[in-house]
């Protein structure tokens, strides 16, 4: 049995990933860290992971940024692997988490759908036929209540695309700083944030008198938490190293 730390577990994906966790064999949620938790959660919760005395074989992170410190040095101390669905790291941050690679497993990915997974192999394949007749743009819609913008998702998105271009694509976030004639090489990336949506994310290759749109919509928070319990199946008990959601459904 796989025991899970659930990182940011009083928030609504805590409430997502534990309801996954319990339609899942194999795996149990042991515990949880977050400064405010409601009283339907059934186990231990810690206002810091180095707090924590429940043995942990995986800790399944959807907070914020500024967390990722505490989780580090609780990865550090255990060894226990790590599923990181938190976005918008700064480059330190990220730095830190490529090097605790070199000692834990670390799975990282920017959204743990699969639907978002097979709409970036399918714009790497239209970037590829389509070429540089063809301008791209990303939109990305989430609620309100989002702090990163753009997604980490539509960063992601936006480099698999610019991957697929030699010399790869500049990225231009909105356009009202910039008033002038769009460059072929640009890729335009736009954020919306309103209401409640889960998240909405459209590729766009614009082309004359056509316009391509890949678009994938989440309707419900289930799918990143059901994504991220089978990384945590995945990943438990693995090597060191850096592992992402291609590997994962590559095997």
């Known amino acids: 049995m796989i025991n899970a730390l659930i990182y940011g577990i ?50 399944i992170d959807f907070s914020r ?14 060894g226990c692997a790590l599923v990181l669905a938190t976005t918008g790291y700064s480059e330190a941050q990220q730095a830190a988490i490529d090097e605790m690679g ?6 990282q990915a920017s959204n743990f759908s699969l639907g978002i997974n097979l709409l970036i192999d399918l714009a790497k394949r239209a970037a590829k036929t389509l070429g540089l007749a063809y301008d791209v743009e990303i939109v990305e819609a989430h609620h309100n209540m989002k702090v990163d913008a ?14 697929q271009y030699d010399g790869g694509k500049e990225f231009v976030y909105g356009r009202h700083e910039t008033n002038k004639r769009r460059d072929v090489n ?16 459209d590729v766009m290759f614009i082309g004359k008198d056509e316009v391509i749109t890949i678009s994938h919509e989440a309707q419900s928070r ?16 693995k090597a060191p190293g850096k592992y992402t959601m291609s590997m994962m459904l590559g095997e």
Do not use: W
């Not at 064999?25 to 977050?34: S, W």
């Not at 186990?43 to 180095?50: G, I, L, M, R």
């Not at 070199?102 to 799975?107: E, I, L, N």
């Open 222 to 237: 289930m799918v990143f938490a059901v994504g991220a319990v089978r990384a945590a199946k995945y990943v438990a008990g």
């Open 65 to 78: 940024a500024e967390t990722i410190d505490d989780i580090l040095a609780f990865a550090k101390k255990t």
């Open 150 to 163: 753009p997604s980490g998702t539509a960063v992601t998105i936006a480099k698999e695309v610019a991957a």
């Open 186 to 201: 640009e890729m335009g990336i736009h954020s919306i944030r309103g209401g409640t949506i889960v998240g909405k994310h």
């Open 102 to 107: 070199k000692s834990v497993p670390v799975f």
């Open 10 to 59: 009083g928030g609504k994906m805590g409430a997502n990933v534990i309801s996954a966790i319990n339609d899942t064999d194999g795996i149990q949620v042991v515990c949880g860290v977050d400064k405010y938790a409601p009283e339907t959660v059934k186990v231990p919760v810690y206002s810091s992971a180095c707090e924590v005395k429940e043995k942990v074989d995986v800790v």
